[in-house]
């Protein structure tokens, strides 16, 4: 039987996605639930499984642009049928009884039917030498084959791959979906915004002695690290809920704005930028915070999120620090109407009480649609968000606790 396989409805606005890459080849023999290809929609990449046992047929070929619905290969579960049928219930019976030396050779007999290319990567192999340069000429694994483990070993003990000098080679690779879709959120966000950036510095070495200080014992007791962004997601909440233009959007001839907190954090993956959303970041704690970031960012990098997980988002926060960015104008993330770039630390002289003294520095830089937000809610909300990060106490309630309690 001819069971064929077809492209799902990954998403209600979702109508079309690209065949990414095969990870069995034609004729291979497949296992019900197996992974076989990679498909990529223009926010995600996920897996598609055979959803019997038996013999893979390829339809669609890489690089494939697929509707839903589309087939993309065949299965005959016929050839399961078939082998089962060859082997007699009472050589089953009798193998049973074998020496256990003689049930390994009939294993690796059978094993043997599997297809494996002399030194021809596996899947994981192969994104690993590609992502570390690094060349693996023979493998390991069954019939010869490239293993994951064969590249760590060679990116552990080899050279990279030699480069070639005064090459003028070119090569064409052509878009992916998703490459085209952040192509064209990012060219609608310079179109359709009236885009204005404003920018301001804060002193990290208040947050960067509460790190110091809590980082082992906040780690002991939480199971996750302390990073910035935790400081810097409750900033931005408590500044968002004092100023709510900044956390609206416009749709249409109406002004959206949202009494909660749906954070953005801009994630970098090896096949593009990933935007997964914290929702009500504003009744999270640092703790949830830094689990929630992890878990995005590592999933992200993965290419396993789901789109509900990128999907909405009220403000975005961006970290070009971790590249090196000293300063840079972020994109905003449309349909909203604001964006937090962080940067890279870097030791200044500044003036604090008269006196030059070095502290670790960051800019900030905030991307605002103007139409929505005027210069004075959006120079105000960066102050704020400033005065909170170089203030952390102030983020246990937001205000001065003494203000608080004298009602001022």
Request: contains cysteine.
């Amino acid at each position: 039987m001819q069971l064929e396989i077809k492209v799902p409805a990954v998403g209600e606005s979702i109508n079309e996605v690209t065949l990414a890459k095969w990870l069995k080849a034609d004729g291979d023999t497949v296992q019900q639930d197996e992974v076989i290809c990679e498909l990529e929609s223009e926010k995600a990449t996920f897996e598609l499984t055979a959803e019997k046992s038996g013999q893979l047929k390829i339809v669609a070929l890489e690089g494939s642009q697929l509707k839903v619905g589309d087939v993309v290969c065949s299965i005959d579960t016929s050839m399961v049928a078939e082998e089962k049928a060859t082997v007699p219930a009472k050589e089953i019976k009798q193998e049973e009884k074998k020496p256990e030396a003689v049930k390994e050779a009939v294993k690796e007999t059978v094993s043997t039917k599997e297809t494996y290319a002399k030194n021809i990567p596996s899947p994981a192999a192969e994104k690993l030498m590609k992502e570390n340069s690094v060349a693996v000429q023979n493998g390991t694994g069954k019939e010869g084959r490239i293993t994951k483990a064969d590249v760590l070993s060679a990116i552990k003990d080899g050279p990279t791959l030699p480069k070639k000098a005064f090459t003028r080679e070119e090569r064409k690779v052509t878009l992916s979906t998703l490459r085209k879709t952040i192509s064209k959120h990012l060219v609608a966000a310079k179109n359709t915004t009236a885009m204005l950036t404003t920018f301001n510095e804060v002193d990290m070495k208040p947050i960067m002695d509460i790190r110091t200080t809590y980082k082992d014992v906040f780690k002991e007791k939480h199971g996750v690290g302390l990073g910035f962004m935790s400081f810097f997601a409750k900033a931005v909440c408590y500044a968002l809920q004092e100023w709510p233009s900044v956390n609206a959007f416009i749709e249409g001839d109406d002004i959206i704005y949202h009494d909660f907190c749906d954070i953005s954090i801009a994630v970098s993956t090896p096949k593009g930028l990933v935007v997964p959303v914290i929702r009500n970041a504003e009744s999270l704690s640092f703790a949830e915070i830094e689990a929630k970031v992890a878990d995005l960012a590592k999933r992200g990098r993965e290419n396993k999120l789901s789109l509900e997980e990128m999907s909405g988002g009220t403000f975005t926060i961006t970290n070009g620090g971790v590249f090196g960015s000293l300063m840079s104008t972020p994109i905003i993330n449309i349909p909203q109407s604001a964006i937090l770039g962080m940067h890279k630390i870097q030791e200044r002289p500044v003036v604090i009480g008269g006196q030059i003294t070095i502290r670790p520095m960051m800019y900030l830089a905030m991307s605002y649609d103007h139409r929505t937000i005027d210069g004075r809610e959006s120079v105000s909300f960066l102050v704020r968000v400033k005065e909170l990060l170089e203030n952390p106490e102030l983020l246990l309630m937001g205000n001065d606790p003494v203000k608080t309690m004298l009602q001022l």
